[in-house]
Each structure stands twice: as C-alpha cells, then as structure tokens.
C-alpha cells in the first residue's frame, strides 16, 4: 500500500507513481553509454510529457515476482500539473507542490513533511520524468503495437535498483498508458494509467494545516 504512495514508476509514479525505489535495497550498477539520439523515441516521449503536463487519472500499482505471479495490486487516485501532484489512496495522500511533499495519514491523523529531491520527483512525478528522461536515461525506440501504441525502454545512466522502465504510449495523441519497471532479479513493478481528463477542477497542492485542526506535523526537513 505504502509503495504506490512512494512511487514510479512511475513515477510520479507514481507515481508513487511511481515506486519501490524508495525501499532500502541494494542498487545495482547499469551501464548505459551515450549512443545516438532516437528520434523517435524523441518524438513520442515529447507528445507524452505534454499530455502529462496537466492531467488527472487512475493509476493502478500492480507487483509481479519473478515467475510473473501476482504480489499486490493497488489503485491510486492522481492529479499532476505542471510539476505539482496530488495522490490519494485508502485514506492516505500526497501532495507535492513542486519543492515541499505532505504525506498525510488521515486515520493516524499526521502529516510527514519533507523537501523534494530529485529522485522523488522522477519517481513519483512521471511528468517530470518524461520530459527530463534525456538527463536520466538513454531511450530507445521498440516498436509500434497494432494498436497504435509505441513502446520505449529508458534504461538508467546510474545505478538504480531496476535496470530500465518499458513506457507504452498511444502514439498519436501521446496518452501515457503504462510504466513497467524491471528489476534485475526479473520482478516487476506495473503501473496502469487509466481515465484521463485533461480538464477538470483546479486543485490545492499544498496542505493546509489550519483547516485540519489537532493533526500532528512532522517536519523532516
């Protein structure tokens, strides 16, 4: 449960997208030289990061172990605009401003406050991630489905605990529809985008003490 409000994949990721990242593992080291640009992959990866910009959607949180069986599966309300976000799921949220992140456990009451680093953002902002992946990944093109969805692997430049994230997107409008994430021990992590509106109500993302009376703050900042 906590994992898809941590996430990734993706994001953001996902975010809490989003991800499992945020666990204490050991990372491994993946090398990723430098290479030629994919202009296609350019391409599709621009149109997503635009659409990502300013939407709001499902996202469902789906583990896998290394014989493909299924772990847990969690689904996740998200809104993202332009750098902030705010995910709910089963009486917990986070909200993400751009530079500071409440994590608000509504039963216990609390909100946890801490300081945006970039890899929080990356994983848990798949806006962010997406329109930033040239910093943090080498993208490479995999093909088109029949469908008309297009399929791009992003490995890592630096170690991470996965060895790259396979982003599926419709390529014609570059509606974001899945991030898997693949782990060195063949275990994945998937997250499902689902329910798009790219128009809806504007939302606060901050949290506001002062409307919710008697919480307890943590600040570890």
């Not at 975010?15 to 030289?33: D, K, R, V, W, Y």
């Amino acid at each position: 449960m906590i994992n898809i409000l941590k996430m990734v994949v993706c994001v953001g990721l996902v975010l809490g997208f989003p991800f499992s990242a945020f666990n204490s593992m050991q990372a491994q080291i993946t090398h990723a030289s430098q290479g030629r640009l994919d202009e296609n992959a350019t391409t599709v990866l621009g149109k997503a990061a635009k659409r990502m910009d300013n939407v709001k959607c499902t996202v469902t949180h789906t583990v896998l172990d290394s014989q493909k069986k299924q772990q847990s599966q969690h689904t996740a309300d998200v809104r993202y605009s332009h750098g902030k976000y705010r995910l709910a799921v089963a009486g917990q949220e986070i909200i993400c401003d751009g530079t500071t992140v409440w994590h608000w456990n509504k039963q216990a009451n609390e909100v946890t406050v801490s300081s945006v680093s970039d890899d929080d953002m990356d994983l848990l902002n798949p806006a962010k991630l997406v329109a930033n992946y040239s910093k943090n990944f080498r993208a490479k093109y995999i093909r088109t489905e029949d469908d008309g969805t297009a399929v791009i692997d992003l490995q890592p430049c630096s170690a991470q605990s996965y060895h790259k994230l396979r982003l599926f997107v419709i390529e014609k409008d570059g509606i974001l529809k899945r991030i898997e994430m693949h782990k060195y021990d063949s275990s994945r992590e998937i997250f499902d985008f689902s329910g798009h509106k790219f128009t809806f109500p504007a939302s606060s993302f901050t949290f506001d003490t002062k409307a919710h009376p008697g919480v307890e703050v943590i600040d570890m900042r």
